[in-house]
């Protein structure tokens, strides 16, 4: 690949790094077409609907540093909560006491949120946008095992297209949220206790 300086990009979504792969990999028209036609700062109807059927979204988040972390949030349809076309805000449940996810948003409001419908529309949408943490207080909500809410302040939402999106079919299960137990939690599934152990 050739070195080759980045246009002036000024007022595009995306990043530099984008920016300037797409000027060295000759993608420029595909990607403006995508960020005129796909790319909003806020949620439209047809977002706000679809955030508010979701059952599970993907939520990735960086320290300080930029180390990265990524992980799922699941609840019952309508658990992330559309407060308006630039904000929504998802609970965070009892979990492992790591704290990742949020010890990072601490340190780097910056947070991505991919949400797939999986059984029906076969489609995605991206949220990007800065977090930040709250009281369970300041949202109503009848659910007693939610701890603390993520608001996040959307400044990008586009689609993530079907292409490659697996179809699967929800099953009725019982759902252990906010256990210690530790089996129904998953035990050491992948053996590293055990690992660790026998060192």
């Given amino acids: 690949m050739t070195e080759t300086t980045s246009p002036d990009r000024v007022g595009q979504p995306g990043s530099r790094g984008e920016h300037f792969l797409q000027c060295a990999l ?15 700062d806020h949620l439209n109807p047809a977002m706000a609907e679809f955030v ?6 993907f939520i990735s988040t960086a320290d300080a540093d930029g180390e990265c972390d990524s992980t799922l949030r699941a609840g019952p349809a309508g658990f992330i909560q559309v407060i308006d076309s630039r904000t929504v805000a998802y609970p965070e449940y009892r979990g492992n006491g790591v704290m990742a996810s949020l010890g990072n948003i601490m340190e780097n409001p910056h947070v991505g949120m991919l949400m797939v419908d999986f059984a029906d529309d076969l489609i995605g949408l991206h949220v990007n946008g800065r977090a930040r943490i709250v009281p369970r207080e300041e949202f109503s909500t009848e659910d007693k095992k ?33 256990t210690d ?19």
């Fill in 181 to 199: 137990d530790v089996k129904r939690k998953g035990g050491d599934y992948f053996g590293v206790k055990a690992d660790k152990s026998a060192d």
């Fill in 52 to 57: 508010g059927r979701m059952e599970m979204a």
């Fill in 146 to 178: 939610v701890e603390r809410w993520v608001v996040v302040e959307v400044q990008e939402a586009y689609i993530h297209c079907r292409k490659h999106i697996p179809r699967m079919i929800p099953v009725d299960r019982v759902r252990d949220w906010g």
């Fill in 26 to 40: 000759e993608t420029t028209d595909r990607a403006t077409r995508f960020y005129s036609d796909q790319v909003l």
